[in-house]
């Protein structure tokens, strides 16, 4: 199993520029989340989902859109990217265990310089 | 919002010393999780805790949950360079259809002096 892959690792975009980053996940998981990691800020929740077809704001959205048309993908787009939202993005997906709780399991991430 | 607040933001130790972080939520937690991140990695699963007054042992990482649910602690006896990393505490936000959304803490770095 490949878990949770993101695309791309690096990318570096020029202020205003349009991206995509896409998360595939092969665990038939329903939920998946998109986080952004700055230094001394940890990980901010962006957006998540909880099924297909279902997405919802977390902390920081703005400047942020999502999709999730397939059970295994989630895509987050910048619609017009600024220099603060260079950071690293992570990717995650998640079941529910016994007790209610979430295991959350990353990918690798996709580390985004806007200049 | 739910805030989940860690310190210390930092800790550097000696080999061979113990090491704690301590975890702490403005809301009471259904669930709190551990994760460490590798320098360069992505965050990787430890643990769950789910019981008021929990304790749960892995080697020589010891995790607590406090008995309102409200803060947790992880504990390194003996500390390696293998233990080198951050570490987040992560607990749900929301319950939205039946899930939960997961809250990270600010993290803590460990750096281990030789």
């Known amino acids: 199993n490949a878990g949770v892959t993101q695309t791309p690792k690096f990318r570096v975009l020029k202020t205003g520029q349009s991206m995509t980053l896409l998360c595939a996940q092969d665990?038939?998981?329903?939920?998946m989340y998109w986080y952004r990691q700055d230094p001394g800020m940890g990980l901010r929740l962006i957006h998540y989902s909880v099924g297909e077809g279902t997405t919802a704001k977390g902390e920081v959205p703005d400047g942020y859109n999502v999709s999730r048309l397939k059970k295994q993908n989630f895509l987050l787009g910048l619609e017009s990217a600024a220099p603060s939202q260079t950071s690293v993005y992570f990717c995650?997906?998640?079941?529910?265990?016994?007790?209610?709780?979430?295991?959350?399991?990353f990918g690798q991430g996709t580390r985004l310089t806007v200049v | 919002g739910q805030q989940v607040m860690q310190i210390p933001q930092y800790q550097h130790v000696q080999e061979g010393e113990d090491f704690t972080t301590y975890c702490n939520s403005s809301?009471?937690?259904?669930?709190i999780q551990w994760y460490k991140q590798r320098p360069g990695g992505h965050p990787v699963f430890l643990i769950q805790l789910v019981k008021s007054g929990e304790v749960k042992k892995q080697k020589r990482l010891t995790f607590q949950f406090g008995e309102a649910k409200k803060n947790s602690s992880l504990h390194i006896t003996a500390t390696q360079t293998t233990d080198v990393g951050t570490y987040f505490c992560?607990?749900?936000?929301?319950?939205?259809?039946?899930?939960?959304?997961?809250?990270f803490g600010t993290g803590t770095r460990l750096t281990i002096i030789p």
């Open positions: 995650a997906s998640s079941y529910l265990v016994q007790g209610g709780g979430t295991e959350a399991f």
């Open positions: 809301t009471t937690l259904s669930n």
């Open positions: 665990m038939n998981h329903e939920y």
């Open positions: 992560a607990g749900p936000s929301d319950r939205i259809f039946g899930n939960e959304k997961l809250t």
